[in-house]
């Protein structure tokens, strides 16, 4: 399984970033999909997961309300729409997946496949 992500870059504090991940080597349908980061000096952290069909998430409580993850399983992609950005909200930004897709684990260990990551960085 092969995982790039995009969409990362420089934002303003309130303002979006959309980022994705696609897929390939694999089908995801039924995998868990999740976005995690990473700061400088700190542990990687879960930011969202999402089951197989898109029926259950699960977000860091410091993203809910402001991010949102989506997935296109005809496209083998998930998406995570960031809103109110702030500073602390910067960090690189990870794609993982693991099986089965009913699962929603936090831990990175859970999660055996993982993208090389996008820098998002928040000004203030």
């Known amino acids: 399984v092969q995982l790039v992500e995009s969409g990362g870059g420089l934002a303003q504090a309130g303002g979006s970033l959309r980022l994705s991940c696609a897929a390939s080597?694999?089908?995801?349908?039924?995998?868990?999909m999740a976005w995690f980061r990473q700061a400088p000096g700190k542990e990687r952290e879960l930011v969202a997961a999402?089951?197989?069909?898109?029926?259950?998430?699960n977000y860091a409580d410091s993203v809910k309300d402001r991010f949102t993850i989506s997935r296109n399983n005809a496209e083998n992609t998930v998406s995570l729409q960031m809103n109110s950005l702030k500073p602390e909200d910067t960090a690189i930004y990870y794609c993982?997946?693991?099986?089965?897709?009913?699962?929603?684990?936090?831990?990175?260990?859970?999660?055996?496949?993982w993208g090389q990551g996008t820098q998002v960085t928040v000004s203030s």
């Open positions: 999402i089951s197989w069909n898109g029926g259950n998430a």
């Open positions: 080597g694999r089908t995801l349908s039924s995998y868990t």
């Open positions: 993982a997946t693991r099986f089965p897709g009913h699962e929603l684990p936090s831990r990175p260990s859970d999660y055996p496949y």
